[in-house]
């Protein structure tokens, strides 16, 4: 197997049946892994009462598009991947369907009865074929995106759900935008009013059969330069068109380097990059995304999952450093200083779900030289406090000179930096030796593990069993490669009683 690494870091684990597959199904036995380092006529008298506020149910003014016969000056012929809110909202406010739907979704405070949901696929679908387009997962997932914009409360599973072509489960793709196609494209076949070519079906293709569009390539080329010093809502607009490119070259290059892969997609590297990870986590893991609505429902979940954890391992702990750290907490939390509260939980939890393992590596006399870490050095490859950015990088030299003499390397992990526990400054993770810096220390987990995802990257072996556990409890993710232990299987079973 061919591996991804950087300069200082990674190996990145074939996460490959997670990743959802979209306008291309790519299959290769063994993947690569990452290492690192319409505007209404002026007479009508509708109102707007679509559901486009998520936080605010009352009817919200939308502006309007005016539609072309030649097509919009800006959105063109409304091909799928250029439809918008408004390209919705037009066919909702300009046809007796999308009336209906707008009706049924105010009569029920923002959801959708199943005839709604029926007729707004249809509606679109229809839409769909007059633009001559071809049926295409990529197409689906953007519509079904659009949906939930426009109607908050509706749920994208419920109209597009991805085909999964690795691991033991495979299905082919679902969902209502799925069946409403397929039923729509069967009729006109039969009549002969499209043609079998027409008709793009999921296939099953080798990274050798996949090529990109000159449109991708460009809007590729536009990203590494005038992207970055754009607005970066615009960035974020075209860095969502180019997920199938980034995905592939993640999975397939022959490059080992993560180091490559931000030199190739320098938008990562700016100071709010991380929210790029964020993008390519929501389209690639989409059930895992959309369990936390906001950031407080996650923040919810992780109270939940700490709590439940510390009730059920606090005992296990006889570690001395691990020890105080609890008194520490205690105290914390007797104080209501939650941010060192979260801290300390986080710094806790390689204490909490231990890792056994032995690094091993061959000399070139042919001898294995071997390495247990210590619980601390687990705890550190997972969670590192510091007191400044100096110490910091006195720490990350030592690990690189010892990691290498194992043939290991630095994975991203949490850094909390100030003058003590209750008093951090800020906290950072460390992607491929860029520093991200967060207010909230969850907000430090979140992206660090999200990162892991969507660079296909490998947990370190020091704290695997911490992140797997997060992994399958916090955001309910599960793949093949997924090594469980009698720690992870006996911590998770007691978590989910």
């Known amino acids: 197997m061919s591996l991804f690494q950087t ?85 909702l406010h300009t046809t007796n369907d999308g009336r209906y739907v707008l009706a049924d979704a105010k009569k029920n405070n923002g959801f959708l009865s199943d005839e709604a949901q029926n007729i707004l696929t249809q509606l679109l679908i229809n839409h769909l074929f007059q633009d001559q387009s071809k049926g295409n997962d990529l197409f689906f997932r953007k519509i079904s995106d659009l949906i939930v914009q426009v109607f908050p409360e509706e749920h994208k599973s419920v109209y597009f759900i991805p085909a999964r072509s690795e691991g033991p489960t495979q299905t082919h793709a679902k969902g209502k935008l799925i069946e409403r196609w397929k039923n729509v494209a069967r009729r006109l076949r039969t009549v002969g009013a499209i043609s079998s070519s027409s008709v793009v079906k999921n296939l099953q293709l080798t990274a050798t059969d996949i090529s990109f569009s000159e449109d991708t390539l460009a809007i590729k080329r536009w990203l590494a330069n005038e992207g970055l010093t754009e607005n970066f809502d615009v960035v974020l607009s075209k860095w969502q068109l180019t997920y199938e490119l980034r995905k592939h070259e993640i999975l397939n290059s022959s490059n080992k380097y993560l180091a490559d892969l931000f030199e190739s997609w320098p938008a990562l590297q700016c100071p709010i990059g991380y929210e790029l990870i964020v993008e390519d986590y929501r389209i690639g893991y989409p059930e895992s995304h959309d369990l936390f609505k906001d950031f407080n429902c996650f923040l919810n979940s992780w109270e939940v999952f700490s709590t439940k954890l510390l009730k059920i391992r606090r005992s296990s702990i006889k570690d001395k450093y691990a020890i105080n750290l609890l008194s520490n907490l205690d105290s914390a939390e007797l104080n209501g200083n939650l941010k ?108 660090c593990f999200k990162s892991y995802f969507v660079f296909n990257c490998a947990y370190p072996a020091e704290c695997y069993d911490s992140w797997l556990v997060i992994q399958q409890y916090l955001f309910k993710l599960f793949t093949k490669y997924d090594k469980s232990t009698s720690i992870t299987t006996s911590v998770t079973s007691n978590l989910n009683s």
């Open 7 to 91: 300069d200082d870091e990674f190996i990145y684990q074939p996460f490959v049946d997670a990743l959802e597959t979209a306008s291309l199904q790519i299959v290769q036995s063994n993947p690569p892994v990452y290492e690192s380092e319409h505007k209404l006529p002026q007479n009508s008298s509708l109102t707007d009462i679509s559901f486009y506020n998520k936080h605010n149910h009352s009817p919200t003014t939308v502006k309007r598009v005016e539609v072309l016969q030649q097509g919009h000056s800006k959105y063109g012929k409304y091909k799928p991947m250029q439809w918008t809110i408004e390209t919705i909202l037009e066919k």
């Open 340 to 447: 060192t509260a979260n801290v300390i939980k986080l710094l806790l939890i390689p204490y909490l779900i231990p890792t056994k393992t032995l690094m091993k590596n061959i000399l070139p006399n042919g001898k294995n030289k071997c390495w247990k870490p210590s619980l601390l050095e687990s705890s550190s490859a997972f969670a590192y406090f510091c007191n400044n950015l100096t110490g910091l990088q006195e720490d990350i030299d030592k690990r690189q000179s010892k990691y290498s003499q194992y043939g290991a390397t630095i994975q991203p992990y949490i850094i909390f930096v100030g003058k003590d526990l209750s008093s951090i400054d800020s906290s950072y993770i460390r992607v491929n030796k860029k520093l991200w810096c967060f207010d909230c220390p969850l907000k430090a987990l979140e992206i």
